[in-house]
């Protein structure tokens, strides 16, 4: 993409409709996405004095939502270290576990689950694709099964009668 000039094509669009704020994010976001996908976008940004240029944008679009979402989205991208998450360097979580590690996380366990109504035995186990946290009746009869996304996770704590 950097071949091909997309960047400087982005810069030009940005430069050309500042009254635009909705097209503006637009590019903006573009950019950011340029940022995460292409390694040789940043010194090629750089270069056409890209932050600056999205700052000067954002400071001129204060009211509206979309555009400083996504001028805060590339002024981020631009401050990371570069290099700091290259994807080909980043393993999937499933594969940086031992087999062994893997095929018990997938196969689950039983455990108690505690509510209002007392203790329920509910099979406990993490999807093939390590993708969410699943949990089933294991004495029903019916294939039930109810799913938690891993990113909806934000603390995990230990039980009232988990072992210290």
Not at 51 to 74: N, P, R, S, T, Y
Not at 93 to 106: A, D
Request: hydrophobic share 40%; glycine share 6%.
């Amino acid at each position: 993409l950097i071949e091909r000039q997309v960047h400087d094509a982005l810069m030009r669009i940005i430069q050309l409709n500042l009254e635009y704020p909705g097209l503006l994010a637009k590019a903006i976001r573009a950019l950011a996405n340029l940022l995460v996908t292409t390694p040789m976008a940043r010194p090629a940004l750089e270069a056409l004095n890209g932050q600056a240029i999205v700052e000067e944008v954002k400071a001129m679009h204060e009211g509206h939502a979309q555009l400083q979402k996504a001028a805060d989205a590339f002024l981020r991208k631009m401050a990371e270290i570069p290099g700091q998450y290259d994807s080909h360097l980043l393993k999937s979580i499933r594969e940086q576990l031992p087999p062994k590690v893997r095929n018990r996380l997938t196969s689950g366990c039983v455990v108690r689950k505690f509510g209002r109504g007392g203790t329920k035995a509910r099979h406990l186990s993490v999807s093939k694709t390590f993708e969410s946290v699943m949990w089933s009746n294991p004495k029903s009869n019916r294939s039930e099964t109810s799913f938690l996304p891993c990113g909806a996770i934000k603390e995990v704590r230990p039980g009232l009668a988990t072992p210290e």
